[in-house]
């Protein structure tokens, strides 16, 4: 019975470890949205190739923790224990990059608490992580292998008077007219309800498929990338962004994105 065991057991036993631990393709349009909800925060998204992911911070007591609202704050779950250490350990085992030989990271931070306090904490804890983050001056940007963007109360004007920054701003769509550096604004986001009418029924309008084409065309002219926020979150959409060039596709559907950004040809689905 043993022998019997053992040789159908065998061939599973024998794969190649590549088939089952192989390092996914990493997906630069993938945005994983507020991404410490998922069982495992940044791992989950990055065992999926994504490129991109969202943590909220709150300012509780001298410490930056991650959660949605305040009231969920977990003194274990800071910023550095979920996000900035387990980066900064693959960026050096993968050579200087998040995904071996793969695309820059962003690591967006949502400001839930002041901006201004919230800042004065971040500042420093971003220089214990210099060696992988991306360098914002007033004339250029030099890239490396996490960029970190700031938004929600993100401290804009405390950043502009800063000749050297470790964080670029989160911007929104008004910034189109006013233009600010990319070097301080390299993102325009903003939530798809303010300025798209459609909701993930029937065809999507072709009054506002020029617009969104627009925005993105203007942000690319300014040197910015695109994201919105709150956007009926499935293949319909996906298809609807990626051929308009948003650069990051929002989900919370995170194994859905990957399947649909690496089909030989992605189609419309359902809600």
């Known amino acids: 019975m043993k022998s019997v065991l053992a040789a159908l057991l065998f061939p599973l036993a024998t794969l190649p470890t590549a088939v089952a631990g192989e390092a996914p393709s990493p997906l ?35 410490a930056l923790l991650v959660a949605h ?38 690591l967006l931070i949502d400001f839930k608490s002041d901006g ?13 992580y210099r060696e992988m983050l991306t360098v914002f001056r007033d004339d250029g940007t030099e890239d490396r292998a996490v960029t970190i963007v700031l938004s929600g109360n993100s401290p804009r004007e405390w950043l502009a008077k800063e000749p050297l920054r470790r964080a670029g701003i989160d911007g929104r769509l008004p910034d189109l007219e006013t233009n600010p550096s990319p070097h301080l604004v390299p993102w325009i986001s903003d939530a798809w309800s303010r300025h798209f009418d ?24 300014q040197g910015r990338k695109v994201r919105l926020w709150g956007t009926p979150d499935f293949e319909g959409t996906w298809t609807i962004e990626r051929e308009a060039g948003v650069d990051l596709i929002n989900t919370d559907r995170l194994a859905d994105l990957r399947r649909f950004l690496t089909a030989p040809a992605a189609g419309a689905g359902a809600p």
Do not use: M
């Not at 969920?72 to 224990?81: D, G, N, S």
């Not at 201004?116 to 214990?128: D, G, N």
């Open 69 to 106: 609202d305040r009231g969920q704050v977990k003194p274990e779950r800071t910023l550095a224990a979920l996000y900035l250490d387990p980066l900064l350990e693959r960026v050096r085992k993968n050579g200087g990059r998040v995904h071996p030989g793969g695309p820059g990271f962003h």
């Open 116 to 128: 201004a306090a919230t800042w004065a904490v971040l500042r420093p804890e971003l220089e214990r």
């Open 28 to 62: 630069p349009q993938a945005h994983a949205h507020n991404d410490y909800e998922h069982a495992r925060p940044l791992l989950d998204a990055l065992d999926q190739g994504f490129c991109s992911v969202e943590a909220d911070i709150h300012l509780v007591d001298g």
């Open 198 to 221: 459609w909701r993930g029924n029937g065809p999507f309008p072709e009054s506002e498929r020029a617009k969104l084409t627009d925005i993105v065309r203007r942000a690319h002219a």
